[in-house]
């Protein structure tokens, strides 16, 4: 069956009309500030978040404070659908990094739904599929490649989220999701706008040369954007051997 466009959240959009169509009575408007805790770790989830507009940043706390981004989703994905598919709690904090707004789900309606269309599923598990790259690639950069490769694949796939040059974000937030200090971030956004590659202002982030600042980024951001695109737009259940009422 084919896909109509539904929904500005390509989880929703990419979903054949009649499986969408289980959903959308049930699809709650969500608004999403900035610096709102959409799970923690262990937590129960009630409710999922398809996000139209803003990027949500998944997030390893640890004993000491100190916080850890693993991955980012925004129009792309959704934030806690891995519950849907396994122990009903949320596996890392979810904070909205950009704000914006989108959908919300129960989780119980979402769960009843993927067992009934094999389509929702099949997305669902391509969608933590892609969640997991992120987390995988992130720590092998976070290791191997400089702090200026790392901030500018950030950046761009910040943009890609939000599909807009500017960004609003502070050094401080940036710092606490790469777990390096403030000082550091500071000293390499100021490396990238000497050479012209951003604009920054205080809360503000203009990329002012795209290809410039690809060329800055380590591999790690075509890696994941390849191997992201790929998974979210093959959502077929035949691809993943899965059959009509699985």
Not at 155 to 161: E, G, K, M, P, T
Not at 208 to 235: I, P
């Amino acid at each position: 069956m084919s896909c109509a466009s539904q929904s500005p959240n390509l989880f929703l959009n990419l979903l054949p009309a009649c499986a969408y169509a289980s959903i959308a009575p049930h699809l709650q408007t969500a608004e999403l500030p900035q610096g709102q805790t959409l799970f923690d770790a262990g937590d129960a989830v009630t409710r999922v978040y398809f996000p139209h507009t803003g990027v949500v940043s998944l997030i390893v706390s640890l004993s000491s404070g100190e916080m850890i981004e693993t991955g980012m989703v925004g129009r792309d994905s959704l934030a806690g659908g891995s519950a849907a598919l396994d122990g009903k709690i949320s596996l890392n904090k979810s904070i909205v990094q950009i704000a914006g707004g989108g959908s919300a789900l129960s989780m119980d309606r979402l769960r009843r739904a993927a067992d009934e269309h094999a389509e929702i599923k099949t997305a669902l598990i391509r969608h933590e599929q892609a969640i997991l790259v992120q987390a995988q690639q992130s720590a092998a950069c976070n290791i191997s490649h400089t702090l200026e490769a790392r901030l500018a694949r950030w950046l761009l796939r910040c943009r890609d989220l939000m599909q807009s040059d500017r960004l609003d974000l502070t050094q401080e937030f940036i710092s606490e999701m790469m777990g390096v200090r403030r000082t550091s971030v500071s000293i390499i956004a100021g490396t990238l706008q000497k050479a012209g590659l951003v604009q920054y202002r205080r809360g503000h982030i203009h990329i002012a040369d795209l290809e410039g600042l690809r060329d800055a980024s380590c591999e790690c951001y075509e890696t994941v954007k390849a191997h992201t695109d790929r998974l979210l737009n093959d959502q077929s259940p035949s691809s993943l051997g899965l059959s009509h009422g699985a």
